[in-house]
């Protein structure tokens, strides 16, 4: 497949400046002190996208995400390095950045095809459809510095999938709006990938990242520290949260938690339908820590099936190695092969002291014939 991005090595600084004196008087006063600093946001970032690729860019704040999008989108121009693109490209980044908010929804969709080279009348061709995306009808003829921030992500999504773009870039805007909304674009991008479009995806959300990206490309302080399979990706990207999480908590770090294996009494992952499993979960701890156990099952399509409460299952545990016993009643679950996750979270369930992904997979044996994740008791009356 041809290479639609090809990002070569770029890096990007932007200078910040250090103001000693703080009040206009001060500044008055000295107005050449300070200090310019540079401050590396991007560096020395490689990778190319293929044409039909979906990657997932993933990274914890500042990390450098919207920079490089916007060094895609050619918002912004690398400090080094050089970018190819191939297709025409529809950016979604984050709010402010597109509409002029002096100018009605109906002007802004006109002028942001004319930026994408379509002519009026080709606009005009689509314009029906992405109001009617945008469900923002009776505010189309508003001014967008009017529009609240749902509205505005709304009408900026289905503009930009409605132009047909061969390379949709989309930065965190689908946290913006409703669910059913949110759902709504989901099902827009999967088309796109049917479509055998490229996408490139930041979002905050790792279950999304699961489910929409082939790929995924993981952000820190600037540097890429990974990219490739998506499930790879996110296990390397929740190990350098968790690495900051834990420089954060002292009792956690300090209990130096190292999740060994998930083993099962009986030998076998395989369960049938219906039944439940035994697992047990071996870990060290270098201190006694009192946390939480937390466990969640993925399909290998990377849907979550289930992730249990952070809060409701207390664990102390003891310096050296310990079992817990996990004890998962009937699984109503259909044939296939599911990964478990596991993990201890602290006492409020809001850090991760640590994890291990995929720790298990274990098949499940279906005999009915329904297909999809549950099972569901059905009858019928006539
Ligand atoms: N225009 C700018 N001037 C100075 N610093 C910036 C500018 N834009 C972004 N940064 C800094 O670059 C880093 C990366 O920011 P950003 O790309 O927005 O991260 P992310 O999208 O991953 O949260 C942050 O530390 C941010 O403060
Ligand atoms: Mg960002």
Redesign the pocket.
């Known amino acids: 497949m041809a290479n639609v991005i090809e990002v070569d090595n770029i890096s ?1 600084s ?3 400046h250090h103001d000693r004196h703080q009040t206009l008087k001060e500044r008055l006063l000295h107005p050449k002190s300070g200090t310019t600093e540079l ?1 590396s ?2 560096n020395n970032v490689n990778f190319s996208i293929a044409e039909g690729e979906t990657v997932g860019i993933v ?12 060094c895609i989108c050619g918002v ?1 121009q690398p400090s080094s390095g050089e970018i190819r693109l191939r297709g025409s490209l529809a950016a979604l980044l ?1 709010l402010g950045a597109g509409f002029q908010g002096e100018l009605s929804g109906r002007d802004n969709v006109y002028l942001y095809g004319a930026m994408l080279g379509f002519s009026r009348k080709m606009v005009d061709r689509i314009f029906d459809e992405i109001v009617d995306f945008s469900e923002i009808e009776q505010f189309i003829d508003t001014q967008v510095k009017f529009y609240s921030s749902g509205m505005y992500v709304r009408l900026a999504f289905a503009v930009a999938v409605s132009v047909s773009p061969d390379i949709l870039v989309v ?2 805007v689908l946290a913006v709006g409703d669910e059913r909304f949110q759902q709504k674009c989901i099902d827009r991008i999967k088309k796109f990938q049917e479509e055998g479009r490229s996408i490139l995806l ?1 979002t905050h959300n790792a279950d999304q990242v699961r489910s929409i990206c082939d790929r995924a490309i993981v ?1 820190d302080s ?1 540097l890429m520290i990974a990219d490739g399979q998506t499930s790879e990706s996110l296990r390397i990207f929740r190990e350098h949260q968790l690495a900051d999480a834990q420089a954060n908590d002292v009792a956690g770090t300090q209990a130096n938690i190292n999740i060994d294996s998930v083993t099962t009494p009986s030998g076998t992952f395989e369960v049938r339908s219906g039944a439940g499993i035994h697992l047990d979960v071996n870990l060290s701890a270098e201190h006694a820590y009192s946390g939480n156990f937390m466990f969640e099952i993925f399909t290998r399509t990377g849907l979550l099936v289930s992730r249990s409460d952070p809060q409701s299952s207390p664990v102390n545990l003891k310096q050296g190695p310990n079992r817990i016993g996990l004890d998962i009643g009937a699984l109503p679950l259909l044939d296939g092969i599911y990964d478990i996750n596991v993990g201890i979270v602290d006492q409020r369930g809001s850090t991760v002291i640590a994890w291990k992904e995929q720790a298990a997979s274990m098949q499940v044996v279906y005999e009915g014939r329904e297909s999809g994740i549950v099972e569901i008791s059905s009858s019928i009356e006539q």
């Open positions: 990007k932007f200078k910040i401050f946001a991007l990274g914890h704040n500042g990390s450098g995400k919207s920079t490089l999008l916007k912004l984050e930065d965190e930041v952000l600037g």
